[in-house]
């Protein structure tokens, strides 16, 4: 609730404004049964029809007032939840694009969509739902109850006997919802997980004939998720009848008690009817006031939710400690990895966790360096840490001899051009995604194109660079798409090139014409090309073999030849007899 509170304090006079306006259409709605009642036994009593019309102004005046002010108010509370909402959401999506790769894999990619949506909803819906009725129902409450004592202390009781047992009633059912509608956003987590995986691969699950499979597994999330909310919906559900049959009976009892008094005398039958309307008024107040209380269940849910993704400690920081540095001095290679260990979820020290283990290796400005090594061996990680998406565990890694820690996120990254394995092709033009937000002039993205040996199949385009990929590139092939992102880190003219099994989908001819020309159009660019060719590497002037995460093998094609059995079998494999 903080969270929301702290976010609504930017609104605070429009917010005031608005129950201003709130509270006057309120007073004009509590007005209608007193002067009801006053016409009933005062005004008709006299036989006259000149007060009975003016008393019967007064009533449509209140009324047209009372709904002109709730619209005006209702419409202010909505502009109000509108700027509260985006600028909740603003906030939620820059954080989670400073998230460290550690805190987002913690709380999951499909969690923090849910959260984006669905939870920034809820929020919408509570601040929203407080304007409206967060005024209005109190006064209708507390102003209900205060007139009738003054028309009708006896009947009053009835009411003021009902109240604690209906508070106490609304208090118990809502301390209950709140950790059930965590649950139920914990298991739109797992069922929007399941929804974007089967979107994402929804050719191989047609292609290995999983349709079925896949229904079944996501009709058990949605049932999961429906039970959960069911149970939710149940507990909060419960406050409805039990409150509706308390009032229902004080009503009853007003009635009879009522009928009573009128009879005796005691009593005017103005009063009675006017009564019975501040009580349908007051019942009505309740049910609003529990209305209230169940949107702010879910909402308070939400917001722990969202608060736990805004107060996450910020974990890629700028580091001033000494310890870091390694300042310039002759002869500072570009890029040095000094003893570097890394494991996902490890503390220092926590070796048998570590998945990169003592890795050290340097490179001079405008070198290259390949590394190789089967699946899973860390090759893709240590890219990871060189763009700083985690911190190393222990050792450095330094650019220009300081350590990367030392540098702003932004500083450092602006260094490099990257293309990804499972990289993105956005729902834009070729340009753009050439582009890619950078101002670029067209001869800059087309000569990018053209060294990536995307220009041809660009100008096939009858748009050309105009066209606008499908989303995620689904109208290129394989290695188009290859080549488009290729351009992409070459448009910037980066300081380092760093490729991750960037030509997968690309022939061997391809593959070599691109990288010679990078060799020749980018000699300044500092190259890391993650392969699992070596023929894709044999041209570095490094090359590093990676097993489970050790080094087993560093330096050129010859020497690894001579010296790295592991690599003189992979070429061989691939390359057949290479000496």
Aim: glycine share 8%.
């Amino acid at each position: 609730m903080k969270l929301i509170i702290r976010y609504c304090k930017p609104y605070t006079l429009r917010m005031l404004y608005g129950f201003l306006i709130k509270i006057t259409g309120t007073f004009a709605d509590l007005g209608l049964p007193w002067v009801l009642s006053y016409i009933l036994d005062e005004v008709v009593p006299l036989g006259k029809i000149r007060p009975v019309l003016y008393w019967g102004a007064v009533m449509l005046f209140l009324a047209l007032a009372a709904r002109y002010c709730n619209i005006w108010a209702n419409r202010k509370a909505s502009l109000v939840a509108r700027d509260v909402t985006r600028a909740v959401r603003h906030d939620l999506f820059v954080k989670t694009m400073e998230l460290s790769g550690n805190q987002t894999d913690a709380l999951h990619i499909p969690s923090l969509v849910s959260r984006m949506t669905s939870d920034t909803y809820n929020i919408h819906h509570m601040v929203g739902m407080m304007q409206r009725l967060g005024v209005r129902a109190p006064m209708i409450l507390i102003g209900g109850i205060i007139i009738t004592l003054t028309m009708e202390p006896v009947l009053t009781l009835v009411l003021v006997i009902l109240l604690p047992i209906l508070g106490g009633l609304i208090f118990y059912i809502s301390r209950k919802g709140i950790p059930l509608y965590k649950k139920v956003q914990a298991s739109m987590d797992s069922m929007v997980r399941i929804m974007r995986e089967n979107i994402s691969g929804i050719r191989v699950i047609k292609a290995l004939s999983k349709t079925e499979y896949e229904k079944k597994r996501f009709g058990e999330a949605n049932d999961g998720m429906l039970t959960r909310e069911l149970h939710a919906g149940s507990v909060m559900a419960l406050s409805g009848p039990l409150m509706g049959l308390l009032l229902n009976i004080g009503l009853t009892l007003v009635v009879i008690v009522g009928a009573y008094r009128v009879n005796g005398g005691a009593s005017e039958p103005g009063k009675i009817v006017a009564f019975l309307s501040y009580f349908t008024m007051i019942l009505n107040a309740v049910i609003m006031i529990n209305r209230i209380f169940m949107v702010a269940s879910k909402a308070t849910a939400s917001a722990v939710r969202i608060d736990e993704v805004l107060s996450a400690p910020a974990e890629l920081l700028v580091s001033q400690a000494e310890e870091f540095a390694t300042r310039p001095g002759k002869e500072v290679p570009h890029i040095e990895f000094k003893k570097v260990s890394f494991g996902y979820h490890a503390a220092q020290g926590e070796t048998e966790k570590y998945c990169i283990k003592d890795i050290s290796f340097r490179i001079a400005h405008g070198e290259s360096l390949g590394i190789i090594g089967a699946t899973g061996s860390g090759k893709t990680t240590l890219l990871n840490l060189l763009m700083r998406f985690y911190d190393v565990t222990e050792g450095q890694i330094l650019i220009d001899g300081t350590d990367i820690r030392e540098l702003s996120l932004s500083e450092l990254r602006e260094r490099f051009g990257v293309v990804f394995q499972n990289d993105v092709v956005f729902a834009d033009t070729l340009r753009e995604n050439i582009a890619f937000g950078r101002q670029m002039e067209d001869e800059a993205v087309a000569r990018a194109a053209e060294h990536a040996l995307a220009s041809g199949f660009i100008a096939g385009k009858e748009e050309g660079y105009s066209h606008k990929a499908a989303i995620k590139g689904a109208d290129l092939s394989g290695g188009q798409r290859q080549r488009l992102l290729v351009a992409r880190a070459l448009a910037g003219t980066p300081e380092v090139l760093l490729l991750d099994d960037a030509s997968s989908a690309l022939d061997y001819r391809t593959d070599a014409t691109i990288r010679k020309n990078i060799r020749e159009n980018y000699g300044d660019t500092t190259t890391i090309l993650v392969a699992q060719r070596a023929s894709s590497v044999m041209q570095m002037t490094h090359i590093l073999v990676l097993d489970e995460g050790e080094c087993i093998g560093y330096g050129t094609h010859e020497e690894l030849m001579k010296q790295c059995e592991v690599y003189r079998e992979i070429a061989e494999q691939q390359m057949g007899d290479v000496e």
